[in-house]
Nanobody
Framework: QVQLVESGGGLVQAGGSLRLSCVAS????????MGWFRQAPGKERELVAA???????YYADSVKGRFTISRDNAKNTVYLQMNSLKPEDTAVYYC?????????????????WGQGTQVTVSS
């Protein structure tokens, strides 16, 4: 069983920045791909960014050039740096882990989920 704990959400004005963190339990973090998803009210959960165990990133088109995913295997932590935030980025953000070295692009590819952290961007 893997546990994931997100932090770093909050309220920010449009154009501002936030950095989300997700700490994973367990000793095999470095072998697994990680993903950040988000879900806005009334919408489906969508992939924002993912990173393979080797550090290869993937970004949704809506966040390319604004968000950066990274990982620190020594700290069992994955980060999502979010810059130039827009009101449409408002959502609950979830961290997820995939028990595979390759990143996945759908929520069904991921095996464990965090509880989520709220990000609200005001206009």
């Amino acid at each position: 069983q893997v546990q994931l704990v997100e932090s770093g959400g909050g309220l920010v004005q449009a154009g501002g920045s936030l950095r989300l963190s997700c700490v994973a339990s367990g000793r095999t973090f470095s072998a697994y791909a990680m993903g950040w998803f988000r879900q806005a009210p009334g919408k489906e959960r969508e992939l924002v960014a993912a990173i393979s165990s080797g550090g290869t990133p993937y970004y949704a088109d809506s966040v390319k050039g604004r968000f950066t995913i990274s990982r620190d295997n020594a700290k069992n932590t994955v980060y999502l740096q979010m810059n130039s935030l827009k009101p449409e980025d408002t959502a609950v953000y979830y961290c997820a882990i995939r028990r595979n070295y390759a990143l996945g692009r759908t929520l069904y590819d991921y095996d464990y989920w965090g509880q989520g952290t709220q990000v609200t961007v005001s206009s």
